[in-house]
């Protein structure tokens, strides 16, 4: 079955056979990459609110992951505490060695008060 934007617009020019949207998720499956986003405490202290990285082809475990943000310094090591750490990938509770494939979109949050030192 064509996709319904192919069939419809496959006789404009410059369009043929092309599809005219592409999903988010696609384009991160492509370039072998992970949406990461960042929530309450966890997004105010790293600064951050998401990004995209680069994983190894065949994908990698979310310890893996974890490690490579660690090596940014002293204030990612500190805010990636595993004892406070919430992580889920694709919107589901995820552990250090859970896959983590291109196009997954992992979560990262704290369990600390923002007012926590």
Known sequence: MR???TFLFSGLPGRVGKLLFQSPTAALVSRD?????????????LMMTSERVAIPAGGCTLGQLLGNLYKRGDRWAD???DRYLVCTVNGRE?????TI???NEVCLSSTRSIFAG
Do not use: K, Q, W
């Open 3 to 5: 996709n319904i934007s």
């Open 33 to 45: 990459e992970v949406a990461i986003m960042y929530f309450g405490r966890t997004s105010e202290f």
């Open 79 to 81: 805010e990636l505490d």
């Open 94 to 98: 995820a552990h250090l060695f859970d």
């Open 101 to 103: 494939a291109a196009g």
